[in-house]
């Protein structure tokens, strides 16, 4: 009986650039955006809905494009991915699969990664709440940027039980947990979220990021002193970084 096909995945774009976000700022990674989320915040200006076309850097870097077709093949990323690798040697950090939320595919993730991985780390940018998916790809995860989805700002229901579950799994990684704030996040929001970090993965850093736009970021800085603090009093592993790639005009 002939091997089963390994599974094509439904893709937003591919792009080499450089990480605006969390603990691995700076460093220079290639991106895949896989369609599709499980959840529907408030805030979020990230495209994953289902596209018939996926749009890949023709160079990396270059921010021009070309489409092809999705359902996008394994083989055709990685005959993409090895020629970038061989273009810069060394430049690429890791390989950030992004969404949406990449878990809502792990059919795909479960066949792609392993292969993937022989050529990059891998490093998967998460909203922390698909907790039986994250234990069928764990193995083959080398980073993970888990999300607390706080109430106050993505207008819905509490998710604190699922991100505990998750970040039981994800703390076994390199891991780190990312809270988008706002001027709106009550300070029983802040003591929840570093009571779950300081209880469930004392380890753990915690980010704490302003929601940043092109125009800059509305939280003053005493504000955020004052949001650290609160914190670092029940979780000290407590940093505030912005979205930089705003700053750096850079995608
Ligand atoms: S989890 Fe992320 S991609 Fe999904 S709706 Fe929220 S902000 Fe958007």
Redesign the pocket.
């Known amino acids: 009986m002939p091997a089963p096909a390994t599974p094509k995945a439904e893709l937003i774009e591919v792009f080499s650039s450089i990480q605006g976000e969390g603990v691995l700022v700076g460093h220079r990674q290639v991106f895949v955006r896989l369609a599709w ?5 408030a ?4 495209p ?1 809905a289902k596209q018939d076309q996926c749009l890949i850097e023709t160079r990396p870097g270059c921010a021009a494009f070309e489409a092809v077709t999705n359902p996008v093949s394994l083989e055709l990323l990685l005959e993409r991915l090895k020629s970038w690798l061989e273009r810069l040697p060394g430049a690429h950090h890791s390989l950030s699969m992004t ?3 990449p878990l809502v595919q792990v059919d795909v993730l479960e066949e792609w990664l392993p292969v993937l991985r022989r050529y990059l780390p891998i490093y998967l940018e998460t ?1 922390g709440t698909m907790v039986a998916e994250l234990q069928r790809v764990l193995s083959h995860l080398d980073w993970i940027s888990m ?1 607390i ?1 706080l109430p106050s700002v ?1 207008g819905a229901l509490p998710l604190w039980d699922n991100h505990n579950e998750f970040l039981r799994l994800a703390r076994t990684r390199n891991c780190f947990v990312k809270a988008v704030v706002s001027e709106k996040t009550p300070d029983e929001e802040l003591r929840t979220t570093a009571r779950l970090l300081s209880e469930t993965a004392p380890e753990v850093p915690l980010i704490l990021q302003p929601v940043t736009t092109t125009a800059g970021i509305k939280l003053s800085a005493a504000q955020l002193l004052e949001m650290q603090a609160q914190v670092a009093a029940i979780h000290p592993a407590v940093r505030i970084i912005p979205q930089t790639h705003h700053f750096l005009s850079v995608l």
């Open positions: 989320c499980n959840l529907d915040c805030y979020c200006d990230t994953f969404g949406g939320e909203n999300d989805k993505t």
